[in-house]
């Protein structure tokens, strides 16, 4: 039975279930998922979703507790038009937004507060990510498509925009602790209130878990143990994501000043199924991240103005022991007796400077201007290893011979770069029901040039209850510090001389509510993306990618009873490799998504949910059959303040049925390092509870 099958009998099950509680439920209690109506990342201003000029979605905090959802991923899994793969470096996920898939996920711009977390070294959200928690997260926003003529660099297929929570949204103090599979405990505390005529949030979470331990059959020591006749390898063994967790932040907003500082350390992170593919059961990887900005607004500077300034700083830094290939193992340069060991340290920091000014002083117009400049800087680099760049032993290849090669020959030598920009958007609702919105951005970077970035929008308000746009814009992705000075690395050569990714969208979307209690909508899109940066000759990053694609999101929302509410999405895309003709793989072409949440008694509450995945054709060049789909159904049971106490509990079991679900491997030469692709976690369960002061 396929996974659509599956996906559509585990829906009749739930909705046969819901129906049947509903039935048997004598209270009418009004379901509140809080204000999903209007949404900021699409303009930088409040505006409904309907007429945002981009397709958006809108996640609350309500919505996160229903899904059972404890990190990010979980969350970003429900969206149309997203899927949560995986990846080699550590098991980080890849947020496919409409098929495009790359392995270390640099097209997805991930913003907090507004503020991009995006390090230099990959043009991602760092090597070592390990999860983002969600005790602290009062919204979510995501725009799915080009977001370059607001955002600027890596707004390519999409932006998620994350917001902690103020003041106003914990109001007192709150304790909570959570417990389940993989060994794995959290802990947290969150505080709102005032200190004198300041407003004060301060949250604190720590945690640990030994992860999932699926099998992994053969990796990448067992294709070299056949071509050099060893046997190093250590598969069949356990993946490896065990990790310890700290997050914190502290809000401090007086009048029309906001500081905010946040910090997330993961230690003692494990390397999944091995940074080069290849287990790795003793590999050990750190991340420390550490951020502040300090925001001015204010509307008093002048009649019909809004002004916004912001200052951000963020310092990162990730440390990796690893040994790349086990004991034993010979990549044709000689055997190595306590295996391939690298140990990559990077130090980075970012410095932002923004500001923006809101004009309303026409009858019909918003006009908005922006301008600022970041540096970012990776300003250390050390390297110890026990291989030379061909990956021959250093003597033996033993632990001894580990040297440090950071002035001689290490993987990069420190960089910097600066980014110069500004832009300007226009909301005209040039009749009672329409609305232009056209805006360009320009920015100019040191090392690569500069790139210019407009996008135009038309909504239509057809009728009181429907509402259609028309879409287009463009967007680009500055290359990565490793795709421009990567060296000492025999496989993966930098290029000074690389520009920047591009792509262009052109979409349509129809939000329809045919009756109050039912809301429906349909996108469909098509992009082009050129000059994608790809490995070519020698090993060397080159602009030598193009990709098509194209497809549609449909999404409904249905409060069939007060107290019953049904919710889904299903998404198709095909995206196609031009220089081969064929699909460009590793994203599923269908995606469906559906909850049921339904209140009953006093504060209590029963949410399911189904995520159906369809199948994924293999990369140009990979022989292997399609990945097949899997479905899996999601459980979540949760009361609030029972009885009228202090205290809500939670109860949570993920993939119900223990399905085997995996996301693909990558494709490589001269073999699949692992053949039978990334193993997702089996059946879980956690408990949770939470106590107000």
């Known amino acids: 039975m396929n996974a659509f099958k599956v996906a559509a009998a585990s829906t009749v099950l739930l909705l046969q279930l819901t129906q049947a509680f509903a039935e048997g439920d004598e209270d009418e209690l009004a379901l509140a998922y809080g204000d999903k109506s209007f949404v900021t990342i699409a303009t930088g201003t409040r505006v409904p979703v309907g007429r945002a000029p981009a397709v958006a979605t809108v996640i609350t905090a309500e919505d996160i507790k229903a899904m059972g959802a404890t990190d990010l991923d979980e969350v970003m899994e429900t969206v149309p038009g997203v899927h949560v793969a995986r990846s080699t470096q550590g098991n980080m996920p890849i947020y496919v937004i409409r098929g495009v898939h790359r392995d270390t996920n640099p097209q997805v711009l991930m913003l907090v507060n507004g503020v991009p977390v995006t390090t230099a070294f990959q043009g991602n959200r760092g090597n070592v990510w390990g999860g983002l928690p969600l005790e602290n997260v009062a919204r979510i926003e995501v725009i799915r498509g080009p977001g370059s003529a607001l955002y600027g660099a890596d707004a390519f297929t999409g932006v998620i925009d994350i917001t902690t929570k103020t003041a106003a949204d914990i109001t007192g103090t709150q304790f909570g602790f959570r417990a389940g599979s993989f060994a794995t405990r959290d802990a947290w505390m969150l505080h709102g209130g005032e200190l004198g005529p300041i407003e004060v949030a301060g949250y604190l979470r720590v945690g640990q878990t030994d992860g999932d331990r699926r099998t992994i059959t053969a990796d990448a020591q067992t294709g070299w143990d056949r071509m050099m006749g060893t046997h190093a390898s250590l598969a069949p063994g356990s993946i490896d994501n065990r990790r310890d967790n700290v997050d914190g932040s502290l809000d401090l907003s007086y009048g029309e000043w906001r500081l905010r500082f946040g910090y997330k350390k993961r230690d003692d992170v494990g390397a999944g199924s091995g940074v080069a593919q290849a287990l790795d059961p003793a590999g050990r990887n750190f991340s420390e991240r550490v951020t502040s900005d300090l925001t001015y607004q204010t509307s008093a500077l002048g009649r019909n ?55 309303e002083g026409f009858e019909r117009q918003r006009l908005r201007f922006g301008i600022g400049a970041q540096k970012e800087d990776i300003y250390r680099i050390r390297e110890t290893k026990n291989f030379y760049p061909n990956f021959s032993p250093i003597g033996t290849g033993s632990i001894s011979d580990i040297t440090d090669v950071s002035a001689t020959a290490a993987f990069l030598t420190p960089h910097s770069r600066t980014v110069r920009y500004a832009f300007v958007q226009d909301e005209w609702s040039f009749s009672k029901d329409w609305t232009l919105t056209a805006g360009l951005r320009r920015d100019g970077y040191s090392d690569v040039g500069g790139t210019t970035n407009p996008r135009l929008a038309l909504a239509w308000e057809a009728a009181y209850n429907v509402t259609a746009k028309l879409l287009y814009g463009t967007a680009f992705r500055a290359p990565s510090f490793v795709e421009l000075y990567n060296i000492n690395n025999p496989v993966q050569i930098g290029n000074p001389n690389l520009k920047p990714e591009k792509m262009r969208t052109v979409e349509a979307a129809v939000s329809w509510q045919p009756v109050p209690k039912l809301q429906l909508g349909v996108d469909v899109f098509h992009y082009d993306m050129r000059d994608t940066l790809r490995i070519g000759p020698a090993y060397v990053w080159q602009n030598a990618g193009e990709q098509t694609g194209k497809g549609l999101e449909l999404e409904a929302t249905w409060d069939a009873a007060s107290s019953l509410r049904l919710s889904g999405n299903y998404s198709r895309q095909t995206s196609i490799d031009v220089a081969t003709g064929k699909d460009a793989g590793l994203a599923p072409h269908d995606h469906l998504y559906f909850r049921t949440d339904w209140r009953f008694g006093t504060g209590w509450a029963l949410s399911g949910q189904l995520n159906a995945v369809g199948k994924r054709l293999r990369a140009p060049g990979d022989t292997r059959d399609p990945l097949r789909g899997y479905s899996t159904v999601d459980l979540t049971l949760h009361t609030d303040n029972p009885r009228g106490g202090r205290w809500s509990f939670t109860a949570s079991v993920r993939n119900l049925f223990g399905v085997d679900a995996r996301e693909p491997s990558p494709y490589g030469l001269p073999f699949v390092s692992l053949p039978n692709d990334f193993p997702l976690p089996g059946r879980s369960l956690y408990l949770q509870g939470e106590y107000r002061l």
Do not use: C
């Open 305 to 359: 103005w809004d002004v916004m300034l912001q200052a951000s700083f963020m310092r990162y830094k990730e440390f990796s022991d690893l040994t790349l290939f086990p004991p034993g193992a010979n990549l044709g340069g000689g055997a190595f007796a306590d295996g391939m060991i690298g140990n990559p340290y990077k130090w980075e920091q970012h410095g932002r400077l923004h500001a923006a000014a809101l004009y």
